[in-house]
């Protein structure tokens, strides 16, 4: 019963070493059942990692992206599919960790800078005062992803192609984040108008 085992565990592996060949041929239905197979396994590490759902949905997406990408690279000697699929997604979520560390570092850093605006006179101020705040209250109740996103690119001044190289996001995936945030800022700000 033990040698049968050891037989079905071979050829599962085998089985699935041909499904990361297929990728590296560049076959889609491979990837989705890569996807279908380990998906979870890489969802269940990223959370673990992250804490947050939606941050780890991007993790496992980017390391789906990285198997399509690396699948000619794999070589079994390495270890099995599962492990060098969970490795990436294990990498992936601590890069994220480290990049959302480094931009709330950013973020404080920025908020603390003074002000380089003249004084506005007092009747000024208090109307910039109240749009500010509206302004801030719309950034809270964004996503964090896409918050992130819009005060890099607004208040940090990025490119979105500085901000995709920051954060080792797709480009796609930051475009995407600033359009879906100023259109809810735009919303919410709309919404708030006196």
Known sequence: MHSLWILLAATAVLGVEEIIARIARGDRGALRSAYDAFAGR??????????????????????????WRRAAGYRRERGTPDAWIAAMARS??????????????????????????????????????????????????LPAEQRRTVELAYFGGLTQSEISHATGDPLGTVKT??????????????????
């Open 42 to 67: 890489a969802m269940a590490i990223a959370l673990r990692i992250l804490g947050s759902a939606e941050e780890a949905e991007e993790v496992v997406q980017d390391t789906f992206v990285e198997v």
């Open 177 to 194: 984040r600033i359009r879906l945030g100023m259109e809810k800022l735009a919303d919410a700000l709309l919404e708030r108008q006196p």
């Open 92 to 141: 992936r979520a601590i890069d994220r960790l480290r990049q959302r560390n480094r931009d709330e570092k950013t973020l404080r850093a920025l908020a603390s800078e003074p002000s380089r605006d003249p004084e506005p006179p007092p009747s000024e101020s208090a109307d910039r005062l109240q749009e500010r705040n509206r302004v801030r209250a719309a950034l809270a109740a």
